[in-house]
């Protein structure tokens, strides 16, 4: 089963590289860009200028209509950048830039957090020594107190229903 899901993989750490770097989303736009407009001119017979123009109105997804791909290779092409643009790039450019508006600026930094995990110890410490002096035991530390054997809800029902 992990062979099967290994090329998916690879594909969602490829798309996570090109998320997180603006270079190489903004080169590989351009990469596409050039190549569309390459690939573009030799099906259509058209100038390198005309098939950049019109590879950029393409991938936009503006389409003014000025040069169109008539034959079918040219079809295809323009699917090809449209379905690229729309379901690829677009959103990834859209989610670098949304990752870097979103910035939780109350987040802990990581000496915070330290420094948090040692008072907490500290305070525990300071309640293991009060409870020791007043003859209270105090639980275990990721163990919870136990709980009623039945819910307060439950509680309330079985009071309810014996009245």
């Not at 950048?81 to 959103?91: E, N």
């Not at 995990?117 to 410490?125: I, N, T």
């Amino acid at each position: 089963m992990d062979d099967l899901l290994l090329p998916f993989r690879w594909i969602y750490r490829g798309l996570v590289w090109f998320a997180n770097s603006p270079r190489t989303l903004i080169t590989s736009y351009l990469l596409m860009i050039m190549v569309a407009g390459v690939l573009y001119s030799q099906a259509e017979h058209k100038n390198a200028a005309d098939s950049i123009w019109w590879a950029v109105v393409t991938a936009s997804t503006v389409g003014y209509g000025d040069i169109s791909p008539t034959s079918l290779a040219g079809r295809f092409l323009a699917a090809l950048l449209i379905s690229t643009m729309v379901l690829l790039v677009i959103p990834l450019i859209t989610a670098h830039f949304a990752s870097r508006l979103i910035v939780d600026d109350d987040a802990f930094e990581h000496a915070e957090q330290e420094e948090l995990k040692a008072d907490v110890r500290r305070l525990r410490a300071l309640v293991e020594e009060m409870a020791a002096r007043q003859g209270i035991e105090v639980p275990e530390l990721g163990r919870p107190e136990p709980a009623s054997p039945t819910p307060p809800w439950e509680r309330r029902r079985r009071r309810r229903r014996t009245r």
